[in-house]
């Protein structure tokens, strides 16, 4: 299952600068690894966000020094613990609570003292949806560094104008400091003690200067190492109002990518052979019915050609011997349902005893009509019910009642 890990370039701060800025400057490109098992880089490159190649997960990776970490005591607060924690940290914030982002570590529970990382909302806000806006959900956003045990030191270029600045990120027990090596404030904050048991990595273009500080020799971690190793953190950044949110084409689209997904595989091949098994039985089924229709047109056919022998050629079974049937009754003289007698018949059995005769009628074949004048509801409605029962219908409209052998479906 391949993993994208999309290095999100570090926020500026020397001046006020937005992701909007920087696009009118020049187009936003972002350093990008592939894995396939979370140890070993398969492809890298830098891309704009319409180019990076597609993965089964997209996890972004914060730069060194964009995330700040507080340990506090949890507010029980429910679903207002973004709030919560936003009105608990004011104090020790550098920042309006609004701008900022918070995230908790994994299974952080209300009542427990936890880590709280702090990063700038809008500028996080910003990276993720030009990503998003190239088809590119990210799943997690990761820091480069979390508080952890044993401690580790990582040496890094922090400069973002070209210059080389040197800094040294030192993760332990109690947090996450980023401290320039240029001066003697590192030196008097990391301690013999502090040290003892430290895991010392640098980036490849300042491992000289690393050695130089630290007077002992530093292994190379470059930033596929270093995106890799925050990979396996527990961090996901994307919690409260950054959290993934799928609507319309976008949560058709992270369906669709989740379900291709290898540990679906089997899903897939199941609801295949479902789909199959059902595609089979409609047709067997379609068969079937047809099959059951094609006897039943043959026992008709069969029946007119014994009742009618001298009927050769079988073009509507039904209506050919109804045909026969009304002209035998014609000749034998009997009277026929579309007869104008039958139907007077009929309406004489229903018509109500306070109604007097019908002034006019009219007779077409099957339909036998007159005029609704002076005829009350409740009368329409007794003449129709009384007509239901001997088989036949009462249709009402433009001012006329007509009489007739309801339509068969």
Not at 38 to 53: I, Y
Request: net charge negative.
């Amino acid at each position: 299952m391949a993993t994208l890990l999309v290095l999100l370039p570090p926020r500026p701060r020397l001046r006020a600068q937005s992701l909007n800025a920087m696009a009118r400057e020049g187009d936003i490109e972002f350093d990008w690894l592939l894995t396939p098992d979370g140890r070993s880089v398969s492809a890298e490159g830098r891309n704009l966000p319409a180019a990076l190649p597609h993965a089964d997960n997209v996890v972004a990776v914060m730069a060194e020094n964009d995330v700040s970490w507080r340990r506090v005591e949890l507010p029980k607060a429910g679903r207002q613990m973004r709030a919560a924690l936003a009105g608990k940290l004011e104090e020790s914030l550098l920042d309006e609570p609004e701008n900022l982002h918070f995230a908790l570590e994994a299974d952080a529970t209300p009542g427990d003292t936890a880590w709280v990382a702090i990063t700038a909302r809008n500028w996080l806000a910003e990276l993720l949806g030009q990503l998003e806006g190239a088809q590119i959900f990210v799943d997690r956003v990761v820091p480069s560094a979390a508080p952890d045990l044993p401690p580790g030191g990582h040496f890094h270029d922090a400069s973002t104008d070209g210059s080389c600045l040197v800094e040294l990120s030192w993760t332990h027990a109690e947090g996450v400091a980023s401290l320039p090596i240029g001066g003697s404030l590192a030196r008097q904050l990391l301690s013999p003690a502090s040290v003892e048991g430290t895991r010392w990595t640098s980036a490849p273009g300042v491992v000289a200067l690393a050695e130089r500080w630290l007077g002992a020799s530093v292994p190379v971690l470059g930033r596929q190492g270093r995106a890799l190793a925050a990979l396996q953190t527990g961090w996901n950044l994307r919690q409260f109002d950054l959290a993934p949110k799928a609507r319309g084409t976008k949560a058709l689209w992270q369906f669709l990518r989740t379900f291709l997904r290898p540990q679906w595989r089997l899903v897939r091949w199941g609801l295949a052979v479902l789909l199959l098994l059902e595609l089979l039985g409609l047709n067997l089924r379609a068969w079937r019915l047809q099959h059951e229709l094609t006897a039943q047109q043959d026992a008709i056919n069969a029946t007119l050609s014994s009742t009618f022998p001298h009927v050769r050629a079988i073009l509507d079974a039904p209506i050919q011997m109804q045909k026969e049937l009304d002209l035998l009754r014609q000749r034998s003289g009997a009277l026929g349902e579309q007869d104008f007698e039958t139907l007077l018949a009929a309406a004489a059995t229903a018509w109500p005893a306070d109604r007097g005769p019908a002034d006019i009628l009219a007779f077409e074949p099957g339909r036998l009509i007159f005029s609704d004048q002076g005829w009350s509801p409740q009368q329409v409605d007794a003449l129709r019910s009384q007509l239901r029962s001997e088989g036949w219908a009462l249709e009402a409209s433009d001012g006329r009642l007509v009489i007739s052998r309801p339509t068969r479906p």
